[in-house]
């Protein structure tokens, strides 16, 4: 195990709460594994403490953090540089700190994208109908429009679809009750809502009418299959889980903040989905 010294690198992950991410066992196992000199902290920040916690960081040596619920749109405005894909997004959820400027982009997109080829799937194989209209779905749909993926996008509240399509040209929004015959004409379906999250109503997605060539995906990891996912099973259709967009989303900060391109392997999605798996018999 690394020992830290006076020159170790930091970074970490500031929320309010942040007791519940998985990032800093995410990140803990790429630093073991690389034996680097250097430590990714949960930062629990009060909502009106970020601003001076944010320089407090800087000014502290800190090389990033990742941001989650609910600062996000506190440093997007909060960026001396906003990248392309947080631009296109509309939101950051990674911050590099250079020189004293703050540097934010978004990760969200790639590491969905990178979820699925890492699972077999092309995601310009085909158009993909998106699950809602939130923070996750815009991030998403701009990644895979800027793919080349023709992109449609529907919400229980078909008027946060239309305004959503409105911010990013190409994407199309589809009155939610006509989700389930869409799915006759996509290759890929992705649920970008919180819906089967442990704790939350399941979703409601009818899947008879789909392409018998379509590729189900759900950004939730809690529960790994949820009941979208166990459905899509059911029904033969290719699933694919959340877990791997949290691993590959992580590995843009992990290269800028300790300056190693880290992997994700069956070693890392055991270690941080460990109370998730079913235990051995």
Not at 57 to 64: T, V, Y
Not at 225 to 238: K, Q, Y
């Amino acid at each position: 195990m690394p020992i830290l010294t006076g020159h170790a690198r930091l970074a970490g992950v500031i929320g309010w709460p942040v007791g519940h991410s998985r990032s800093p066992r995410l990140h803990g196992f790429w630093l073991r594994q690389h034996a680097i000199d250097g430590a990714y902290l949960p930062l629990p920040v009060a909502p009106q403490d970020f601003a001076v916690a944010l320089r407090g960081l800087i000014a502290a040596g800190f090389a990033g953090v990742n941001v989650t619920l609910p600062h996000k749109p506190a440093a997007f405005a909060l960026c001396d540089r906003v990248e392309e894909s947080a631009r296109r997004a509309g939101a950051v959820n990674t911050l590099v700190f250079r020189d004293g400027a703050i540097v934010g982009s978004n990760t969200d997109g790639f590491g969905c994208l990178e979820n699925l080829r890492a699972q077999g799937v092309d995601p310009t194989a085909g158009p993909a109908l998106l699950l809602g209209a939130g923070g996750a779905a815009r991030a998403i749909a701009a990644a895979l429009l800027d793919a080349g993926t023709p992109v449609s996008l529907t919400s229980r509240r078909d008027e946060q679809a239309e305004r959503l399509a409105r911010t990013l040209p190409g994407l199309t929004a589809l009155p939610w009750d006509q989700r389930a015959a869409a799915l006759a004409d996509h290759a890929l379906l992705i649920n970008t809502t919180a819906a089967g999250m442990a704790g939350q109503p399941a979703l409601d997605m009818p899947l008879a009418q789909a392409n018998p060539a379509l590729t189900v995906a759900d950004i939730v990891y809690v529960p790994l299959e949820t009941p979208l996912l166990a459905a899509a099973r059911l029904a033969g259709l290719r699933v694919v889980e959340g877990l791997g967009m949290l691993l590959h989303q992580a590995r843009p900060g992990f290269a800028a903040w300790f300056g190693v391109a880290p992997v994700v392997d069956a070693a890392l999605y055991r270690f941080v989905a460990a109370d998730l798996l079913p235990a051995a018999a």
